[in-house]
């Protein structure tokens, strides 16, 4: 066999499936499928399409529906959890107001970030079922424990406009994920992208207001 003959050879063969590769494109396109069409309508025909593989080759990397749906949740969904545990570390919360300011923006900025996973989280939430369950227990009640010191603090500062700090808290994520999970229905209907810079910094300034302030 001559170089050319063997060169022409390879160059036939056809590419290797990178397992990293192709496991992030899966999950990269699930979260958008999952995301515009929910956990129901979604199917795997559909994602393996999204993301340029052969739906028999999307088995391989996850064996159901369900399952791909929970590691895209891990996949995406730890960033919030990792960056409160981190920024709240070593802080005795004597100055609340300070450490709010400080903190929470930061979590806001993540829902405004990825606004498919945002709006997916926003679904979940919003029904009873298996999957509501395991994004409660596995993400916001992780989240809700390393917030509610400094939202009690908050409180007996006599800020949170004089709500309970739960009702505080849940009303602030309710926000988050109404406003940065619906960007394509807020520009169709009122012309306001909320993945825009400025209007993120304004509505993180707008969501945080109640929390900051005093009671009445």
């Known amino acids: 066999m001559t170089v050319s003959t063997t060169k022409s ?13 192709n496991r992030r494109a899966v999950l990269d396109a699930a979260l958008t499928v999952f ?9 795997t025909r559909a994602i393996a399409a999204a993301a340029g593989l052969e ?3 999307l088995a391989y990397y996850f064996p159901s529906k369900a399952a791909l749906w929970q590691q895209v949740v891990e996949a995406f969904a ?9 920024a709240l570390e070593g802080d005795d919360l004597s100055r609340p107001e300070q450490t709010a300011a400080r903190v929470l923006p930061g979590l806001l900025r993540v ?3 990825n606004p498919r996973l945002t709006r997916l989280m926003l679904q979940e939430f919003s029904v009873h079922s298996p999957r509501h369950q395991w994004v409660v ?13 400094l939202f009690a603090a908050l409180r007996a500062h006599g800020r949170l406009s004089g709500a309970p700090p739960a009702v505080a808290y849940f009303n602030l994520v309710g926000a988050a994920l109404i406003t940065f999970g619906n ?3 807020i520009l169709r209907l009122a012309g306001c992208d909320t993945g825009e810079e400025a209007t993120v910094d304004a509505a993180i300034a707008y969501i945080l207001g109640p929390v900051l302030a005093p009671a009445p």
């Open 111 to 113: 829902f405004a970030r």
């Open 9 to 21: 050879a390879k160059a036939r063969r056809p590419q290797r499936y990178d397992g990293a590769d």
């Open 183 to 185: 960007r394509d229905l």
């Open 55 to 57: 739906q028999g080759h």
């Open 35 to 43: 995301a515009d069409l929910g956990f129901e309508a979604a199917s």
């Open 78 to 86: 730890r960033e919030g959890e990792d960056l409160l545990r981190a």
């Open 137 to 149: 227990d596995t993400f916001g009640a992780p989240v809700w424990r390393l917030l509610e010191p």
